[in-house]
């Protein structure tokens, strides 16, 4: 069964204090990984897709990062707007030979000004 | 520009009645995908559905719990006589179809049961 872990849970940062999040995973196949933004009460909100190992991504403040068994996003002086709780996912073949995804749990990141 | 929209946006049902929660994908999309989210829980597959067909529903519960995505209209869930731990945000996201996908998700429906 696919796996995904993150870490830490939450994270706390002062405005401009730089820093990576992590996502561990165990996946049959790896299609693509996925990385979200999810504000409170909100839907989960599309950022990145990795494909294979060495792939970067850049918007903005962020940046993703893909190796054969992690994915980091980083954070670049981050500011308040960026508190969110990120979601990492990870798309695999199944049995049946569709592709299925599964997500993390997510870390909760607070930037304090 | 429309996106995933999903509605209501918030639902109330007393314990034994039924809930049904609407999704339409984005323009162009015709794979649905359903997930729930509990407080401080990460999301949890439930059911993929294309039209008129179930693709995967080994995420969801084998009682009380149905989906469709018919060949005109929104896709629904519907869970009847909802009991208290049904209470969750119920997220629908859509891709254009196999393959690579990304899925996009809509805002959800909270329903809450009293």
């Known amino acids: 069964e696919d796996q995904v872990t993150q870490s830490p849970e939450a994270l706390r940062l002062q405005e401009g204090e730089s820093s990576s999040l992590n996502c561990s995973y165990t996946?049959?196949?790896?299609?693509?990984l996925f990385w979200y933004r999810q504000d409170p009460g909100k839907g989960p909100e599309f950022l990145f897709t990795?494909?294979?190992a060495g792939e970067e991504k850049e918007k903005e403040r962020l940046k993703a990062t893909l190796t054969k068994k992690e994915s980091f996003l980083h954070i670049t002086a981050p500011k308040p707007e960026d508190s969110a709780t990120y979601l990492c996912?990870?798309?695999?073949?199944?049995?049946?030979?569709?592709?299925?995804?599964?997500f993390g749990t997510g870390t909760k990141l607070q930037v304090i000004p | 520009n429309a996106g995933v929209m999903q509605n209501p946006r918030h639902l109330v049902r007393r314990r034994g009645q039924e809930a049904r929660l609407r999704c339409s994908p984005m323009?162009?999309?015709?794979?649905v995908y359903w997930y729930r989210q509990l407080p401080e829980e990460g999301l949890k597959f439930m059911v993929y559905l294309q039209k008129e067909n179930i693709i995967d529903e080994s995420g969801m519960p084998k009682e009380r719990f149905s989906a469709e995505f018919p060949k005109e209209g929104p896709s629904i869930l519907r869970i009847q006589q909802v009991v208290r731990g049904d209470s969750a945000a119920y997220f629908c996201?859509?891709?254009?179809?196999?393959?690579?996908?990304?899925?996009?998700f809509g805002p959800g429906t909270r329903l809450l049961v009293l």
């Open positions: 996201a859509s891709s254009h179809g196999q393959g690579q996908e990304t899925q996009y």
């Open positions: 990795l494909y294979s």
């Open positions: 996946v049959s196949g790896l299609r693509g």
């Open positions: 323009k162009g999309h015709s794979h």
């Open positions: 996912a990870v798309q695999g073949v199944t049995s049946g030979g569709y592709q299925k995804v599964t």
